[in-house]
């Protein structure tokens, strides 16, 4: 059990190295864009170039890990972050920044599945829902300390947060190289798949409305989050420091319920009864947010939107992990996938409809977690598992 919780520990390690990195430069692109003479326009094209290419390499990457191992595919996706990091603090041209954003999406799609299958591998079925929580909470830590650290870095110059992401994520792949020793497991047939396969695979009962979840839940809290800065800005005229302490503290709250409230409640409800609740509350609390109007309860309505999303997640999660059997790989390949189809259509499409009118976004994200709820009515645990 110690040998194993070392090896939970570098694994969170690395996932938290990997977002502490993306992190770290969110502060500086607005310089970047100013430097390269960027418009928001581009810098929007330039996220969902990540996105889309995480989209499209999951469901390779899921079965490569299967198929080669976890290890080596943690090690690769380190490897090609730190490079992405290297070459963003380099690139003097938008054609570089694009080719780095997209290289960050390969590594993403590399490192997630791996990580998952990995804890999945070493964690039993009593004790994975805690690990897949301390992961989202490593995951959101990441997050939460980057942008902080990044603004100090930038200090230094506009540059050194990216290239110290780079070296960050080359130290995780040097410490996984010397640490971690591939997990044992029992030989998958879904190491044999073919894409069409795979495909056929992802309609399977006890997948496919795990996955839905996986696209609502991500839409739901990417069109909020992402569109939270210019709603906040238009209607209540926030500061940047009160953006900042909002979405912080929120977060902070998220991974502190993550770790001391998900493992009890999984528990306690199921991860199929978990997520209905937190859809719900999600659902309640994302169209409360085009009421309320003091500071105090802006603050009280962003917390528990981050608690339900932040909940909701290693709940999917760790289900999949249970039914997934020898397909670890496979199942964390398409949720990294499914991750990436509501990262890209969140903020599109909210960001079109916040153009008509600024409460529409937070009125169709309501409607989509609305329909999540409706869509789990019809989700039943598997026999063997029930």
């Not at 839905?212 to 800065?229: K, P, Q, R």
């Not at 306690?268 to 994302?286: D, H, N, T």
Request: aromatic share 14%.
């Amino acid at each position: 059990m110690k040998n194993k919780n070392t090896v939970l520990a570098i694994l969170l390690m690395n996932l938290f190295i990997a977002f502490l990195g993306i992190g770290l430069v969110i502060p500086v692109l607005p310089t970047i864009m100013n430097e390269l003479g960027i418009t928001g326009s581009v810098v929007g094209y330039m996220v969902a170039a990540f996105a889309v290419t995480q989209l499209i390499i999951s469901p390779i990457a899921g079965r490569w890990v299967d198929r080669y191992g976890r290890k080596i595919m943690i090690i690769i996706g380190l490897c090609i972050f730190g490079f992405s990091e290297f070459l963003f603090g380099y690139g003097k041209t938008v054609e570089v920044l694009f080719i780095s954003r997209m290289l960050g999406g390969v590594s993403a799609a590399f490192i997630m599945p791996a990580v998952t299958a990995f804890i999945a591998d070493i964690t039993t079925t009593a004790t994975r829902a805690k690990a897949l929580g301390y992961m989202s909470a490593a995951i959101n830590t990441g997050f939460i300390i980057g942008p902080g650290l990044g603004g100090f870095l930038a200090e230094i110059g506009t540059r050194v947060p990216f290239y110290t992401a780079g070296v960050l994520g080359l130290l995780a792949a040097l410490l996984s190289f010397l640490l971690l020793k591939e997990p044992e497991r029992q030989k998958s047939d879904a190491e044999e798949m073919t894409g069409t396969q795979g495909l056929k695979r992802v309609f399977l009962p006890m997948y496919f409305i795990a996955f839905l979840m996986i696209f609502v839940s991500t839409f739901g809290l990417s069109a909020f989050e992402s569109l939270f800065s210019l709603f906040v800005d238009h209607k209540f005229a926030f500061t940047p420091k009160d953006i900042a302490i909002v979405i912080t503290g929120g977060a902070v709250v998220g991974a502190v319920a993550q770790v001391g409230l998900f493992d009890a409640l999984a528990k306690r409800l199921g991860e199929i009864k978990l997520v209905r609740y937190c859809l719900v509350v999600s659902a309640v609390l994302v169209l409360t947010m085009t009421f309320v109007k003091s500071y105090p309860m802006i603050l009280l309505t962003t917390f528990f939107v981050f608690i339900g999303f932040d909940l909701m997640r290693p709940a999917i999660t760790s289900y999949l992990s249970k039914v997934a059997g020898n397909e670890q790989g496979f199942v964390g390949g398409m949720n990294s996938m499914f991750t990436s189809i509501g990262n890209i259509f969140g903020p599109i499409i909210g960001g079109y409809l916040f153009d008509i009118n600024l409460n529409f976004p937070y009125y169709f994200a309501t409607v989509v977690l609305v329909l999540g709820v409706i869509i789990t009515m019809f989700w039943k645990k598997p026999k063997a598992l029930a």
